[in-house]
């Protein structure tokens, strides 16, 4: 990850937190619908790993939202 990008990955990582909390699921039952390891779902959380195209449009049926909705980023 370029470290001039950290910042919107943190702030893509509050939007995986406030949808998934919306949701009311936990990190590992998000991790199950997602198919990836609970500790991947922390750190995409956290803004410390970036997530593929593929698990993005799969949060948003879980969420369902779009992904200008994910990306939406709040200041």
């Given at each position: 990850?370029?470290?001039?990008?950290?910042?919107?990955?943190?702030?893509?990582?509050?939007?995986?937190?406030?949808?998934?909390?919306?949701?009311?699921?936990?990190?590992?039952?998000?991790?199950?619908?997602?198919?990836?390891?609970?500790?991947?779902?922390?750190?995409?959380?956290?803004?410390n790993?970036?997530?593929?195209f593929?698990?993005?449009?799969?949060?948003?049926?879980?969420?369902?939202?779009?992904?200008?909705?994910?990306?939406?980023?709040?200041?």
């Amino acid at each position: 990850m370029n470290p001039a990008y950290k910042s919107l990955y943190e702030k893509f990582g509050l939007n995986i937190v406030y949808y998934r909390k919306k949701k009311k699921l936990t990190q590992l039952q998000l991790a199950e619908l997602l198919d990836i390891n609970r500790s991947h779902i922390s750190a995409i959380e956290l803004g410390n790993v970036g997530v593929s195209f593929d698990v993005v449009f799969k949060m948003c049926e879980v969420f369902e939202i779009t992904p200008k909705d994910l990306f939406d980023f709040r200041d």
